[in-house]
């Protein structure tokens, strides 16, 4: 079993439309949790970052974390052309590892 | 300030061959990773500086691949000898302290023929 599981989709909405992004992982040690977004041939850019449980607001993004059931989103209201990208949502230990755990990323394209 | 920069962007190279990768951290960031994204799958982690110390090398695939960081600036890696299932992108990134957001690199793609 993956410790991050993404559907990569490809996702394709109307400008407009309200997007909702979704991971799942299995390692009950995460608890960090960030979206990452990259545009094509660019690195990952962070967008969003969470600690523990809870919801996170910033502008059109808010991100959710709901630890007892190991699954994370992030939402994008009033999505714009300009958000068409790869989300990819990461994850990271307490006090451990430093390194990343990444889903697959998601290939989202907003239609003007 | 200038953000995590790579070198080369793209290296088409066959079999059995060499390769160097490099990394320039943004300044004063004294940790330092390297990820791989391989066709079709997740980006992974390989390994971890802080400044010129390996700190975490659990996701180094096999003993082609060295990872350095002479002087706890600039890091290369080298893939030798390269092999078909090392294509991939290679991104690295850096943070300032340990916790801290970790800024990717444009990432280096690297095809073995």
């Known amino acids: 079993q993956k410790e991050v599981e993404q559907d990569p989709g490809p996702l394709s909405v109307p400008e407009g439309a309200i997007v909702s992004l979704n991971c799942t992982y299995s390692?009950?040690?995460?608890?960090?949790f960030m979206w990452y977004r990259q545009y094509s041939r660019k690195g990952p850019e962070l967008l969003m970052y969470?600690?523990?449980?809870g919801n996170k607001e910033d502008g059109r993004f808010t991100a959710q974390v709901d630890k007892s059931s190991k699954y994370i989103s992030l939402f994008i209201r009033d999505s714009q052309p300009s958000d068409s990208a790869t989300y990819l949502c990461?994850?990271?230990?307490?006090?451990?590892?430093?390194?990343?755990?990444f889903g697959k990323g998601t290939k989202l394209t907003v239609n003007p | 300030e200038a953000g995590v920069t790579q070198f080369p962007s793209h290296s088409v190279i066959e079999k059995g061959q060499t390769v160097t990768l490099r990394c320039d951290p943004i300044?004063?960031?004294?940790?330092l990773y390297w990820y791989r994204r391989v066709m079709g799958k997740e980006i992974k982690f390989l390994l971890h500086?802080?400044?010129?110390?390996?700190?975490?090398e659990s996701g180094m695939p096999n003993n082609r691949f060295l990872a350095e960081r002479t002087g706890g600036t600039y890091s290369t890696l080298k893939v030798q000898p390269a092999e078909l299932e090392d294509s991939g992108v290679y991104f690295c990134?850096?943070?300032?302290?340990?916790?801290?957001?970790?800024?990717f690199g444009p990432g280096t793609r690297l095809l073995v023929l």
């Open positions: 990134a850096s943070s300032r302290d340990r916790g801290e957001t970790q800024y």
């Open positions: 390692n009950s040690a995460f608890q960090y």
């Open positions: 969470t600690y523990s449980s």
């Open positions: 990461a994850m990271l230990t307490q006090g451990g590892s430093e390194k990343l755990v």
């Open positions: 300044s004063g960031h004294d940790n």
């Open positions: 500086f802080v400044k010129e110390s390996k700190q975490d």
